[in-house]
């Protein structure tokens, strides 16, 4: 579940309640809201800082167990007892304080188990404070790799130039749905073309998604991501714009556009991916334009990714492919670049994180007398919007190159644009220079006859009499709406309008026939006009960062076209239940001697069994004397043989605890270990 | 980003280079060292470093570094890994490769584990007389040009060492002062052409491209170089015309005579010390089954120097046999080496390395080359002739708009307006050329005309005594009329970009006075031929020619011409 889907359920009272934790302290002191402090990288380290050893202990077994996956209660406590050196009852302390900071959140499942999980937006925050990842620096002479042809492979174009690339496709095509409810497979093809995807970096992660046997895995990626920003939804059988959202989203700089698909991204194959969403917490902590060796970061993910945290070379080959996994997709999204890097005579495959430019402009183009445009890197997606309508992109490398041709000038005309629009649009985005006389002329040659007739499907309004026409013209309101009269009886009218003209000549007292003929339905909505540059300033002189979390928070999952991973919103959310529900801890403690936990002593064989079923049923360590150094032990069960008994649990020695059996014999004293913080 | 930068790098080595950017021309001058121009238009002229373009700056004393060091300081924006890798490798791999002569024998030698690596190539085994040892193996002789043009192209360029023979020698020399009476030298940069072509007759020297603009004489290199080496040469041009010219020139400017200089053509087969070929007769078969019959006239004569004029258009066969005389020293002449066919590395390879490059920019800026200044005017169909145009099929609407009666008045006006400049109006259509001829009063040259006819109007224009010739597709042709100054095209082929290339280079070669000249090209209004000269115009666009708008003006006005002049 994502954060504004929990938020959806929960009471906004108990954000409030959450920061009063000891746990948000700092972050309450700086005045941050809930919501905020939970994705926010600074707060949420401090706050690590800040918990009790058993919250940690027990935030860390989980992540650690299952990467932002959800855990069954049984199977969390199971991994809690196997990671921590915990007791039970420090185990539910833990949790339950994780809990009231608003950390760990539980939905019931229909039988009543209970399933834990962290926001999924929050898990790399906490992935990164809980298991900081120090990956240094490589330098030295950097090579680019090379694929199986021995041909240089560089650095593929960011998504998000690619989903604009497949926008602009999709809108100049047909974008309704067949009768299988799916895009035309014309249309597909000109999607795949226009995503240049490799499906099989996408398809190495367990993702599914809708109509899978008619959309490529790049294609569902594309359509979900632009249903989530909102600037893309399925009315009416067929796909349309929406242009306010789109306008925005072309508007952000190229840095927070990339930053916020990755994010959005992430929410869904973290969830889907277990131990592994560590590695991918790993690679996000590398800085940005700076190499790193993969061998590194392979051997930083071996402890968190492997099962039991020893590096073996055969289970070196495997975290090896699951590291490749996310770095050839991330390369594949053209957001990581990969090489070769020599440092005296040791070669690394090195990999960093790609920056963008973080300032757009609108004004950079350079117009060429023979119609080629270029486009510099920093140039605004609102420029490349409307280049996509009026020029044919002839490279995919940097700066990307358009030219007009008489074609893409006819194709453009077909979407709405005019000679004027056209021209105005590469003055002004090319900083207000005069456009070359020969483009001036292309354009008056190309323009000149195309589209100079068309045709339009506007519905007629027929009178069946000239005198109900001259009604017709007498009604004010209506009036306005009778675009051009064609003969005595006859009059044109905006097909949108007809309900209300109905509606009209209904309250007028006559009420036109119900059936009416050819409307403007199934007509393909024009290519949106994108105004340049006005949007990047407006977002500039406001909040960028709020219209950019509009696009990627992902309140919904863009309109389905990705199957969510883990889905938990269907479940009914048990933190109400939370907030009443106290943590019963050491069940029966008011019977036990104090003695048994205030200090240390030799008892007998019998009274040491009695004293380990004690602590079996309050679910607590306890503290034994062994050859003179003092251990600590967390009992699971008593076991009798006739009349020898012996009892098995976890010995802690060192970070790790150790399972164990040990009989009566074998440690000299004893005493209960309570929960810190628990006074009887 | 680097705001300084002149120049954009991509990936794959195409450089931008801003021409607005105060330091463009530095800039250009070291990017020429290493980069091919291959695109001129507007502000961002595109270049293209190749292995080949490499290579040659290697051995003009670049290294690899340096390279990267000036793309680097001079990129706008950060040096894309490749750009910088496959600049290493390909300088990694130079002179790696040698070609050497051992009495008869052809050694190829060089760095052991580069042998060994291309040891395994199919190719090069039945090349391979013996591996002498590791670095050192003997090579077919015959294979000389295969084997430098297929490792080319696996990216190990080959150093040829194994020099040339003398071929057959020949007592010629530059006259100081031509046969016709002027005083004649070579200018600067053709001598240092000459120079690095010949390197003092070194196996470093005698085979290569010289790049020279259109207009800046690079026949007269051909004929300085011919001089230098003192032997018998091949010469290949790519029309008669041109090779009648070439013929003019050596026996205008060398100590040649009429008896040792020949023209091998379809009428003529004379094979003598100095013979002119075009490469159309020596690709002519009958059919595709048959033998290039005349390609033997490569071996006719112990040739010491084959000259490729326009070598951008060398035919494929020649190619191939210019694989099997490597033997013989090659000069490759051109002003562009853009192929159509992409084969520009090819011609590398076979004839030779590039040894002198001019950039346009610098013929201009020196003078070497007129300035020409090209317009286009729309004129307005007659209104008696709309209809007819509309109803027309499409092909006679090209026609109809090519001959509008209304281009004539703006060809008188246009020749007024220029008066006393030699003139040249060019068209499609005979019947339209004859009515021109008539009304301007002047001679008209046409495919029929008679060649000693041809030559007499050649000798009148030159001479003033025609001022105007209307010309019809002939003018296409590499004919010589220096002191052209003005050409009007009243029609031109529906989009042939190479036409519109050579009519405007006809008015290159450098004017007296103001060194400036003008093109003209008439098109209708509203018709189809504004969208064919649209076509035509591009290519001119993309070498750096660009075009003046202008509407016909009415019969009694003579401005727009100021315009076009200015603009």
């Not at chain 2, 070291?30 to 502000?43: I, Y």
């Not at chain 2, 990216?155 to 194994?162: C, F, T």
């Amino acid at each position: 579940m994502k954060m504004l889907q929990l938020m959806e359920k929960l009471p906004p009272e108990r954000f409030g309640l959450f920061m009063e934790s000891p746990i948000w302290r700092d972050a309450a002191e700086k005045g941050l809201l809930w919501q905020d402090a939970m994705v926010d990288p600074v707060a949420v380290k401090e706050a690590a800082r800040r918990m009790s050893s058993y919250a940690q202990q027990s935030l860390r077994a989980m992540l650690r167990q299952f990467g932002a996956e959800p855990a069954a209660e049984d199977r969390l406590l199971q991994a809690l007892r196997e990671r921590t050196s915990m007791a039970g009852a420090e185990c539910r302390i833990g949790l339950r304080q994780l809990e009231s900071a608003g950390i760990l959140f539980a939905v019931r499942k229909m039988w009543g188990e209970l399933l834990y999980f962290i926001p999924v937006d929050s898990f790399l925050p906490w992935q990164q404070a809980l298991f900081p990842c120090r990956l240094e620096e490589k330098n030295g002479i950097v090579n680019p790799i090379t694929d199986a042809s021995g041909a240089f492979v560089g650095v593929m174009e960011p998504f998000g130039r690619r989903k604009l690339y497949a926008l602009a496709a999709l809108l100049k095509t047909d974008a309704s749905f067949t009768a299988k409810g799916v895009l035309p497979k014309k249309t597909i093809q000109k999607l795949d073309a226009a995503l240049r995807f490799q499906e099989s970096k996408l398809r190495a992660f367990p993702i599914n998604w809708a109509h899978s046997e008619h959309y490529s895995a790049a294609v569902a990626l594309f359509l979900s991501a632009s249903g989530a920003a909102g600037f893309l939804r399925k009315e009416e059988g067929r796909l349309l714009p929406d242009e306010a959202p789109l306008q925005d989203w072309l508007a952000l700089p190229d840095e927070q556009r990339e930053r916020g698909l990755l994010q959005w991204l992430l929410l869904y194959l973290l969830r889907a991916s277990g131990r592994e969403a560590h590695i991918a917490g790993a690679l996000l902590s590398a800085g940005k334009e700076k190499w790193y060796s993969i061998q590194d970061a392979e051997s930083l993910c071996a402890p968190l990714v492997g099962s039991n945290g020893s590096l073996q070379a055969d289970q070196t080959l495997t975290i090896n492919r699951r590291l490749m996994r996310w770095i050839d997709l991330f390369h594949e999204l053209g957001w990581m670049e990969l090489a070769e890097l020599q440092e005296g005579r040791e070669r690394w495959m090195v990999f960093r994180w790609r920056s963008f430019p973080a300032e757009m402009r609108t004004d950079g183009l350079i117009v060429q007398p023979n119609g080629e445009i270029i486009t510099p890197p920093d140039c605004g997606h609102a420029v490349r919007w409307e280049l996509e309508t009026i020029a044919e992109r002839q490279t995919d490398q940097e700066p990307v190159m358009y030219r007009i041709t008489s074609a893409s000038i006819a194709a453009a005309l077909e979407q709405g644009r005019s000679r004027d629009r056209i021209v105005r649009f590469l003055k002004q985005a090319g900083g207000g220079e005069a456009l070359p006389s020969p483009v001036e002329a292309m354009l008056m040659e190309w323009t000149r006859k195309a589209c100079r007739f068309a045709f339009d499907q506007v519905s007629l309004l027929r009178c069946d009499s000239v005198e109900m026409a001259e009604h017709a013209l007498q009604l004010p309101e209506l009036a306005p709406l009778l675009l051009q009269r064609l003969g005595d009886k006859d009059f044109i009218v905006d097909s949108r309008a007809i309900s209300d003209i109905r509606s009209m000549l209904q309250k007028s007292g006559y009420p036109p026939r119900k059936a009416i003929g050819t409307s403007a339905e199934g007509a393909a909505p024009p290519y949106p006009e994108i105004s340049v540059p006005q949007p990047v300033r407006d977002l500039k002189d406001t909040d960028s960062d709020a219209v950019a979390s509009r696009f990627f928070s992902l309140k919904d999952d863009g309109g389905s076209w990705l199957y969510e991973p883990s889905s938990l919103h269907h479940f009914e959310l048990v933190a109400e239940e939370q907030a009443a529900r106290p943590v019963e801890l050491l069940p029966g403690i008011e019977s036990v001697p104090s003695a048994w936990w205030r200090q240390l002593r030799s008892y007998h064989a019998s009274t040491r069994k009695e004293l380990m079923q004690q602590a079996v049923m309050l679910e607590t360590a306890v503290q034994l004397r062994v050859n003179g150094e003092l251990l600590s032990f967390v009992p699971e069960q008593v076991e009798q043989r006739g009349n020898e008994w012996a009892v098995t649990g976890r010995l802690i020695a060192g970070e790790m605890p150790e399972r164990s059996r040990l009989t009566p014999d074998m440690w000299e004293e004893m005493k209960l270990l309570l929960p810190e913080g628990i006074t009887t | 980003m680097n705001p300084d930068g002149t120049m954009i790098v991509q990936a794959d080595l195409t450089v931008l280079l801003d021409e607005k950017h105060p330091a463009s021309t530095e800039a250009r001058e070291q990017l020429l060292a290493f980069a091919e121009a291959t695109k001129r238009a507007g502000s961002m002229h595109t270049y293209r470093i190749t292995p080949m373009t490499l290579w040659q700056a290697l051995g003009a004393g670049w290294s690899g570094e340096d390279v990267i060091a000036f793309l680097k300081k001079n990129a706008r924006y950060s040096l894309p890994l490749q750009a910088e890798a496959s600049v290493r490798i390909w300088s990694s791999r130079y002179g790696k490769l040698r070609l050497a002569a051992e009495g008869d024998a052809l050694l190829l030698c060089g760095d052991p584990d580069t042998l060994q690596s291309i040891q395994d190539k199919d190719f090069i085994r039945g090349w391979v007389v013996s591996i002498r040892t590791e670095s050192e193996w003997e090579i077919r002789p015959d294979c000389r040009g295969s084997l430098k043009l297929e490792l080319a192209r696996l990216g190990y360029p080959v150093m040829d060492h194994a020099g040339y023979h003398a071929g057959e020698a020949l007592q010629v020399q530059l006259r100081e002062q031509t046969r016709s009476g002027a005083v004649f030298s070579l200018r600067d940069y053709q001598k240092q052409a000459v120079e690095q072509f010949t390197k003092d007759g070194t196996a470093q020297g005698g085979s290569g491209v010289v790049v020279l603009p259109c207009g800046t004489g690079k026949t007269i290199v051909g004929v300085a170089a011919l001089a230098s080496i003192g032997a018998a040469t091949l010469i290949l041009t790519s029309s008669r015309t041109s090779a009648q010219q070439w013929r003019d020139e050596l026996l205008d400017k060398t100590t040649l005579s009429e008896a040792e200089v020949g023209l091998y053509s379809g009428r003529s087969k004379e094979v003598k010390p100095v013979t002119i070929a075009t490469y159309q007769l020596l690709t002519y078969r009958k059919s595709k089954l048959d033998d290039f019959k005349h390609m033997g006239l490569f071996n006719e004569r112990d040739w010491g120097l084959i000259i490729y004029d326009e070598v951008h258009l060398l035919p494929a066969p020649v190619f191939r046999m210019t694989a099997t005389i490597q033997a013989t020293r090659r000069l490759g002449l051109t002003a562009t080496l853009v192929r159509e066919d992409g084969c520009a590395e090819d011609v590398y390879s076979l004839i030779g390395p590039k040894q002198y490059d001019m950039h346009w920019k610098r013929a201009e800026e020196g003078s070497y080359i007129a300035s020409v200044s090209c317009a286009e005017i729309r004129v307005p169909l007659p209104a008696s002739h709309e209809h007819t145009y509309t109803s027309a099929s499409a092909r006679a609407k090209l026609r109809i708009a090519a001959e509008n009666p209304n281009k004539l008045p703006v060809v008188r006006h246009l020749l007024q307006k220029h008066k006393g400049k030699p003139a040249l109006v060019i068209g499609q259509y005979l019947k339209q050329l004859k009515e021109a001829a008539s009304e301007l009063d002047a001679p008209l040259l046409t495919g029929e005309t008679p060649h000693e006819e041809r030559l007499r109007l050649y000798d009148a224009f030159r001479s003033g005594i025609h001022p105007v010739l209307v010309v019809s597709k002939v003018a296409n042709l590499a004919i010589d009329l220096p002191d052209a100054a003005l050409a009007i095209q009243l029609s031109g082929s529906f989009g042939s970009r190479q036409e519109e290339a050579q009519r405007v280079g006809r008015l290159l070669r450098p004017k007296p006075g103001s060194n400036e000249a003008w093109f003209y090209t008439l098109v209708t209004e509203g018709t189809k031929e504004t969208e064919f000269a649209l076509k035509r115009q591009m290519f001119m666009l993309e070498q750096g020619y660009g075009y003046t708008q202008l509407e016909a003006p009415a019969e009694d006005e003579n401005e727009f011409a100021k315009e076009a002049i200015s603009g």
